[in-house]
């Protein structure tokens, strides 16, 4: 299990690695372009090498989803009171699907299937929507991931960002830069869930699936305000940082599996 959730952080880290770079070249006007999860696999895929390197991305999207559905049974890390950890739980199980979905989408890509993911906020919302009382659940949903943007803001800007690393095996100028890239890049994800929620709270306002969106459609979004290069390039360098993260905690993190 330590194994998977290590190479599940490898993976991540190098997905949104990809959404930060592409993200910052399209504000730069460098040529890149803006670019969610599903466009960071597709960048790996056109690759020399690109279905074995994507293959590897699958095989980790898979192993982080495993660990994260493990966490979401049994609670190995041991979050606080019942009541928290209830709510910790479920958002693991809700990263779990998320990761597992994307590493099946990797899987696809990996084997000429096709990923067909370019619209799967808009169907999903679509379908939510049409349900009984469709518009209050989408709204419940959404203010589910505002709220999750908001706790990732207060813990990049807390003390806790840092927690469960083992820092202390790095000298101290690296270790101080290790919590100023996490924090940056945890504010930078907690912005983009932000607006990823905004987007979704319209669409049950609206009910208009078209509305929502994910992660791409968040930069996009930053595309479209005033001074947009510095919003989008600031948030992008913040969503490579997160990436670089990761890849920290794929060396650093403890694993609790019992």
Known sequence: MEELARAGFLAK????????????????????????????????????????????????????????????????????????????????????????????????????????GSHRAEHWTGELLDAPLGPWLVGLVAVGIVTYGIAQIARGLGKKVDERLRLGELPPDQRRLVVRVGRVGTIARGIVFGIVGYLLLRAALTHDPSEAGGLADALRTLERQPYAPYLLGTVALGLAAYGAYQLVKARYRVIATG
Do not use: M, N
């Open 13 to 116: 880290g190098v997905v949104y690695l990809l959404i930060g770079i592409l993200g910052f070249q399209a504000a730069a006007g460098a040529g890149g372009a803006i670019a969610g999860p599903e466009g960071a696999l597709l960048t790996i895929l056109h690759q020399p090498l690109g279905r074995v390197l994507l293959g590897v991305t699958a095989l980790g999207l898979s192993g982080y989803a495993i660990w994260r559905l493990f966490c979401a049974a049994f609670d190995p890390e041991r979050h606080g009171s019942a009541a928290k950890r209830v709510f910790v739980r479920i958002g693991y199980a809700g990263s779990g699907i998320a990761h597992g979905a994307l590493a099946v989408q990797a899987a696809r890509l990996t084997l000429g299937k096709g990923g067909g």
